[in-house]
Antibody
Framework: QLQLQESGPGLVKPSETLSLTCTVS??????????WGWIRQPPGKGLEWIGS???????NYNPSLKSRVTISVDTSKNQFSLKLSSVTAADTAVYSC???????????????WGQGTMVTVS | EIVMTQSPATLSVSPGERATLSCRAS??????LAWYQQKPGQAPRLLIY???TRATGIPARFSGSGSGTDFTLTISSLQSEDFAVYYC????????FGGGTKVEIK
């Protein structure tokens, strides 16, 4: 059974870079041509897609965050990572990694999610 | 840029009653629409994709309809475990979620 687990600091200072990793278990990040995604949810608010990456490193980012986001993949560790630079209090949120229902494109719904990790910018 | 609008923001329903949730896209997204259920402290759970196809393991009381710009999620007879927040997501282009509808006990 495929599982995703986020890890990283829960507290980041303003203007610094938020860094998170998603570890995939129960399957290979290189199979199925999936675009693995990062989604965030500020406290009490809705969901926002941050970006997605393929196993080969092809990325797509939310236009509103593109200037500050970098997503990378490490297939040897079965992990993909998120970096968000120049953070402010508005970046405080639960950050989740997720896998879409099928591969080949970012334009898919997500059917496997990590539990999410709360990151506070303060 | 597409905007996804969900209504109402909050829906008060008694157990056993029908709930009807709406999601509207600012431009046509064909049938590239998914619905999720989210309970407090949990990750979203995919309910419906392709506007009307139930995901694996989703009970038949959940149904989706619509195409183009107007979509509906119907829960035919609300069970206690169905009280949650529901989000729609378009995937005609990059993933974009609606603001959510909270289904609460009346």
């Amino acid at each position: 059974q495929l599982q995703l687990q986020e890890s990283g600091p829960g507290l980041v200072k303003p203007s610094e870079t938020l860094s998170l990793t998603c570890t995939v278990s129960g399957g290979s990040i290189s199979s199925g041509s999936y675009y693995w995604g990062w989604i965030r949810q500020p406290p009490g608010k809705g969901l926002e897609w941050i970006g997605s990456i393929s196993y080969s490193g092809r990325t797509n980012y939310n236009p509103s965050l593109k200037s500050r986001v970098t997503i990378s993949v490490d297939t040897s560790k079965n992990q993909f990572s998120l970096k968000l630079s120049s953070v402010t209090a508005a970046d405080t949120a639960v950050y989740s990694c997720a896998r879409p229902t099928a591969g080949g494109t970012i334009s898919r719904p997500f059917d496997v999610w990590g539990q999410g990790t709360m990151v506070t910018v303060s | 840029e597409i905007v996804m609008t969900q209504s109402p923001a909050t829906l008060s329903v008694s157990p056993g009653e029908r709930a009807t949730l709406s999601c509207r896209a600012s431009q046509s997204i064909s049938s590239y629409l998914a619905w999720y259920q989210q309970k407090p402290g949990q990750a979203p759970r995919l309910l419906i994709y392709g506007a009307s196809t139930r995901a694996t393991g989703i009970p038949a009381r959940f149904s989706g309809s619509g195409s183009g710009t107007d979509f509906t999620l119907t829960i035919s007879s609300l069970q206690s475990e169905d009280f949650a927040v529901y989000y729609c997501q378009q995937y005609n282009s990059w993933p974009l979620f609606g603001g959510g509808t909270k289904v609460e006990i009346k």
